[in-house]
């Protein structure tokens, strides 16, 4: 049994936002990709990963709430009520927000035209009913695993973030299954040089 607090990821991404104006209103917009399909990511601590152009086909967006640096104080937007709208796309996931008259929103707007935020993060978790909801390859030449995710179960936030490196914190649910890969990588190298020594005693 998987503790689900325990197995939400958080992923960082680079993306272009655009601030928008609705035509005869002030009300701003901030609309940008939360994620991208099929775009490698930088190196997580021994593996990277891509996000599958499927990975969002059964996912839960229900209830997902645009936040500032993923801080529940610091809110924008929420799908239930219509301030935060998502939408899959070939690209990956579009977020429109429309953030209410906040001096933490428009402080962040500001920094988003001056281009000093130009990050986008997402907080999810994978369908582990599904056994391929990941899959992992190691690349001998570049001695690193590569990760697919294929199944995200929820979608909690996306935010626009001041930080853009990943900490190990927002990787430590894929950590552990890097960490059961090196092990039965280490269990397979072990049995081929048992059976090399037991050839040579024959």
């Known amino acids: ?3 689900l607090n325990k197995d939400k990821e958080v992923r960082n991404f680079q993306t272009d936002f655009e601030i ?5 209103q002030e009300q701003k917009k901030i609309v940008g990709y939360a994620l991208k399909f099929n775009k490698w990511s930088e190196d997580l601590g021994g593996f990277i990963e891509i996000i599958d152009r499927h990975a969002l086909d059964n996912c839960d967006m229900t209830d997902v709430r645009c936040l500032i640096d993923h801080d529940s104080q610091k809110i924008l937007g929420r799908t239930t009520n219509n301030t935060l709208k998502l939408a899959v796309d070939n690209i990956g996931l579009r977020f429109e927000c429309t953030p209410s008259n ?27 009913d599904n056994s391929d909801c990941d899959t992992w390859e190691y690349n001998k030449e570049r001695d690193i695993y590569k990760r697919t995710v294929k199944d995200i179960r929820k979608l909690f936030d996306v935010s626009p973030v001041t930080f853009p490196a990943y900490t190990q914190t927002e990787c430590v649910v894929a950590e552990r299954k890097l960490e059961d890969l090196h092990k039965e990588k280490n269990r397979e190298l072990l049995k081929r040089k048992l059976k090399i020594e037991l050839e040579l005693i024959r």
């Open 1 to 3: 049994m998987r503790i």
């Open 20 to 24: 928008r104006n609705e035509e005869g």
């Open 102 to 128: 906040t001096s933490y929103s428009q402080d962040l707007i500001t920094n988003m035209k001056a281009g000093n935020i130009n990050q986008c993060s997402f907080g999810f978790i994978l369908n582990w």
